[in-house]
Structure formats: structure tokens, C-alpha cells
T-cell receptor
């Protein structure tokens, strides 16, 4: 039973446009959410996080939105750059417990 | 500063053999996690240490898998009687305190069991 879902296995966007990656979760006890980026042969790299007391967090080109009632979060990247092409994972946790990861979405930013 | 270091980066072993995978976390990070990742999937939780003790080992698939962190820093994941299904990338991550601080991952150990 997947607690964290990323229903789009892949996404292609044009350079300069907005990329929107989506994530849904089922466990209402999750209170901390993160996005990671992964290049081949490297470990996941932390991008941005949000706690359940907020609905938005912004860091440069990256913004994460959290909709607790819908159990949904999204990552917006604007403007998208070719170097953003990677696999993106969302992750969630309940305080003091382990992090649960989604299956990932492969983002391709086309020049 | 130095990130999370994992050795070896690649390990090929024969079915039935014993392997040890090592993780050196970021200095000062009290929480350490082991995950494994198969192709096309997200990281799958194995075990989580807070200091020297295993806070949660519910992700270890069976008793062939064991992990230690004797001094609260370096950790070793040990797999006995390896099977072909154990082939995966084993990822280690550390976080500052296990609270609302992000995981920082190493580059993983790619284990291949032939």
C-alpha cells in the first residue's frame, strides 16, 4: 500500500516554462514533506521542504505547495532549465519516524 | 564540508556470500538512515538510527539483514547469505537530529549478486 504516490512517471516541459510535479499521500499523520532531485549514479539531493503548519515554501526557482485537506503537494520550478532534467521524488514523514518516498517523476526540460 | 560517504561504490558478490556496506555520515548528524532503491522505484526504507540505537528497523526485509552503528557515527549494513533479489542500490542518509531536518544522501553502493 503506497502511502506516497507520484502518478506521473514522466513529464516534459520547454525550457523557460513552468514545471509542476505532483504528489499525493494517504497518511494524515504526515507532518513534514520534502522534494529531492536525483541524477543517474548519484544519491538524491535535497531541494526544498515544507512542514504541515504551512501551505507554501519558496526557495529561488522552487516553490512547494501543500494542500492538507486534499493530501496533495506540488513542486513548481520556474523558469525550468535543462539542468533541471532529473528524477524528482517527494517524501513525507510523521515526526520521529522514517521518511516514506514516492516512486518518482522523470522531468525532461527541452531546450 | 564533507557529505555522506558510502563505500564501496560498487560491490559484486556471488549468491550465498556475506557483504558489508559502510556509511560515514555528515559530522555531527545524530540520525542515520539506510534505504535501498531498485530501478524505477523510489528509495525503500530499511532502518533508522538515532545515535547508537536502532530507532526503527521495521524495513529490514528478513533476518539476513542487520545494521550497526556502535559509536553513533559510522554505520555498517550487513547482508548474510546474499540472494539475487538483494541486488539494488543501497543508500545511506543522515540528518542533523531526526526531527524536521532533511536527509542528506550519499551516492549509494550498487550491490550486484550473481
Amino acid at each position: 500500500d503506497q502511502q506516497v504516490k507520484q502518478n506521473s512517471p514522466s513529464l516534459s516541459v520547454q525550457e523557460g516554462r513552468i514545471s509542476i510535479l505532483n504528489c499525493d499521500y494517504t497518511n494524515s499523520m504526515f507532518d513534514y514533506f520534502l522534494w529531492y532531485k536525483k541524477y543517474p549514479a548519484e544519491g538524491p539531493t535535497f531541494l526544498i521542504s515544507i512542514s504541515s503548519i504551512k501551505d507554501k515554501n519558496e526557495d529561488g526557482r522552487f516553490t512547494v505547495f501543500l494542500n492538507k485537506s486534499a493530501k496533495h503537494l506540488s513542486l513548481h520550478i520556474v523558469p525550468s532549465q535543462p539542468g533541471d532534467s532529473a528524477v524528482y521524488f517527494c517524501a513525507a514523514r510523521t515526526y520521529g519516524q522514517n521518511f516514506v518516498f514516492g516512486p518518482g517523476t522523470r522531468l525532461s526540460v527541452l531546450p | 564540508g564533507a557529505g555522506v560517504s558510502q563505500t564501496p561504490s560498487n560491490k559484486v558478490t556471488e549468491k550465498g556470500k556475506y557483504v558489508e556496506l559502510r556509511c560515514d555520515p555528515i559530522s555531527g548528524h545524530t540520525a542515520l538512515y539506510w534505504y535501498r532503491q531498485s530501478l524505477g522505484q523510489g528509495p525503500e526504507f530499511l532502518i533508522y538510527f538515532q545515535g547508537t540505537g536502532a530507532a526503527d528497523d521495521s524495513g529490514l526485509p528478513n533476518d539476513r539483514f542487520f545494521a550497526v552503528r556502535p559509536e553513533g557515527s559510522v554505520s555498517t549494513l550487513k547482508i548474510q547469505r546474499t540472494e539475487r533479489g538483494d541486488s539494488a542500490v543501497y543508500l545511506c542518509a543522515s540528518s542533523l537530529d531526526g526531527g524536521n531536518s532533511p536527509l542528506h544522501f550519499g551516492n549509494g553502493t550498487r550491490l550486484t549478486v550473481t
